[in-house]
């Protein structure tokens, strides 16, 4: 191996969706995907990164699919499930020698620290991994806008937005073979152009915010180490 590079960003806030987490079983947790998942959160901290980690719910729940149900329940429902899978995660790390804090924005004081900004700062400080569940803390905002939020609340330098697709394209690569790959976009073409890649309330988070956003594919779970060292995964979404 070659000797170790600096990183490029001091401090990431890591948005991993609950799909991510299920791997191909595509609800619930899947062992293999999320211990490849922590390995490469593990390398990113041994390489002197500050991280913190912003988990989803919906390899258990999707508030949105809920019908007939209550948005603002449904939500809180969700939100819960995020709980289980940071906890997961936090298990996980832990298993490998790393030293983990799972902070909520609902209190549950017998599982979890209540969020509070000073605290989680300290623990970067001290080298620990913070995981922040329960999105927000309130309905009608989704996790990516808990993302942006704390990821402006903790001043990181970038968002790392893992997805099931290798960066932000014009269509659905999926469904369009022709469809053109962006290197970098700013909000207001994410805006403009409806591209779905966050809700707009998270846009404007990071927009007012000044903060980027790396969105990669999570097939290749070393991205995340990639992209915190700098090198181009992805797609990078600026001002």
Same mark, same amino acid.
């Given at each position: ?57 919906? =390899? ?148 007012? =915010? ?30």
């Amino acid at each position: 191996m070659g000797e170790m590079s600096a990183p490029k960003y001091k401090r990431i806030l890591l948005k991993l969706s609950g799909e991510a987490l299920a791997g191909s079983k595509e609800t619930g947790l899947d062992m293999p995907t999320v211990e490849k998942i922590c390995e490469s959160i593990k390398k990113t901290a041994d390489a002197g990164v500050q991280i913190g980690i912003v988990v989803g719910g919906g =390899n258990f729940w999707r508030g949105r699919d809920a019908v007939g149900s209550d948005r603002a329940r449904a939500d809180h429902i969700g939100m819960l499930a995020t709980t289980m899978n940071a906890l997961f995660v936090a298990d996980v790390l832990e298993s490998l020698g790393c030293v983990v804090r799972v902070q909520t924005a609902i209190t549950m004081q017998q599982v979890a620290e209540p969020f509070i900004l000073g605290k989680a700062l300290r623990h970067f400080e001290k080298g620990r991994i913070v995981i922040f569940g329960c999105g927000t803390g309130n309905p009608f905002f989704s996790t990516d806008s808990a993302a942006s939020l704390r990821a402006a609340e903790l001043k990181a330098d970038v968002i790392l937005k893992a997805t099931m697709v290798d960066g932000i394209y014009d269509k659905d690569p999926k469904k369009f073979p022709d469809a053109k790959k962006f290197d970098t976009l700013t909000y207001h073409d994410i805006l403009v152009n409806k591209l779905q890649v966050m809700d707009s309330a998270a846009a404007a988070i990071c927009t007012d =915010n000044d903060v980027p956003i790396i969105v990669f594919n999570l097939d290749r779970p070393d991205n995340i180490y990639d992209a915190a060292m700098g090198k181009p995964v992805g797609t990078l979404v600026i001002n």
